[in-house]
Structures are given as structure tokens and as C-alpha cells.
């Protein structure tokens, strides 16, 4: 059973933009926060962008923040997130989560959210 799965993902030069999706079933997906977490070779996977399930109050961390755009469209149960002036420190594979429905902020704990996708590798190249 297909939970959580992300598309979108490829090689782009640094400036370029890219826009990851997560395509949901509606059980791990309605009423549920969601969020893109980014794992870089050699480093900790870190929160990058979260969103409420009414899509109210989307959270960035520092170094995404004004670049990226987290979206949702609760129609097609489907994750978002738009990646413009990509740079090669952006360079990790993508994952996008579902977990509790409150407290939704990118800083939460991985181990807040219960479910995953496979992941999608961005490479951004100088």
C-alpha cells in the first residue's frame, strides 16, 4: 500500500528551480500535517518546510526560507514544494511526512511524524 510517494526530483544548475510533489493516500494524508525533510550525504536529516492541514501557517527553516514554497492541495491529496534560486547546498534527497496534526512546524522532530516517503534526490550543480 502506496503511503506516501514523491516526485520531482532531478539535476538542475545552481539559480534553476524545481517543484518536488507528494502524492498521498487520503488515510495518511487528510487532517494531517505535512512536511519536506532534505537528507544530505554525510548529515542529519533536517526539517526544511511544514504545513497545518487547512494549509494555514506554513514554517521554513532559515536556509530555505524566501527560496522555497510549501503548498498543499487537499482535493487531490497532494504535497508541494516549489524550489526556486537552487543552490548546490540544496543538493540531498527530499522526503516528504505526515504526522500529528498539531504542533506542525519544521523544527518538530522527525520522530513526530509517522509516515514517509521514499525520497527524491535534487542535485544542484556550480
Known amino acids: 500500500q502506496v503511503q506516501l510517494m514523491e516526485s520531482g526530483g532531478g539535476s538542475v544548475q545552481a539559480g534553476g528551480s524545481l517543484t518536488l510533489s507528494c502524492a498521498a493516500s487520503i488515510y495518511f494524508y487528510n487532517g494531517r500535517c505535512m512536511a519536506w525533510f532534505r537528507q544530505a550525504p554525510g548529515k542529519e536529516r533536517e526539517g526544511i518546510a511544514a504545513?497545518?492541514?487547512?494549509?494555514?501557517?506554513?514554517s521554513y527553516a532559515d536556509s530555505v526560507r524566501g527560496r522555497f514554497t510549501i503548498s498543499r492541495d487537499n482535493a487531490k491529496n497532494t504535497l508541494y514544494l516549489q524550489m526556486n534560486s537552487l543552490k548546490p547546498e540544496d543538493t540531498a534527497v527530499y522526503y516528504c511526512?505526515?504526522?500529528?496534526?498539531?504542533?506542525?512546524?519544521?523544527?518538530?522532530?522527525?520522530?513526530?511524524?509517522?509516515?514517509w516517503g521514499q525520497g527524491a534526490q535534487v542535485t544542484v550543480s556550480s
Open positions: 504545513i497545518y492541514a487547512d494549509g494555514r501557517n506554513p
Open positions: 511526512a505526515a504526522g500529528r496534526y498539531y504542533n506542525c512546524f519544521y523544527s518538530s522532530s522527525p520522530g513526530t511524524f509517522d509516515n
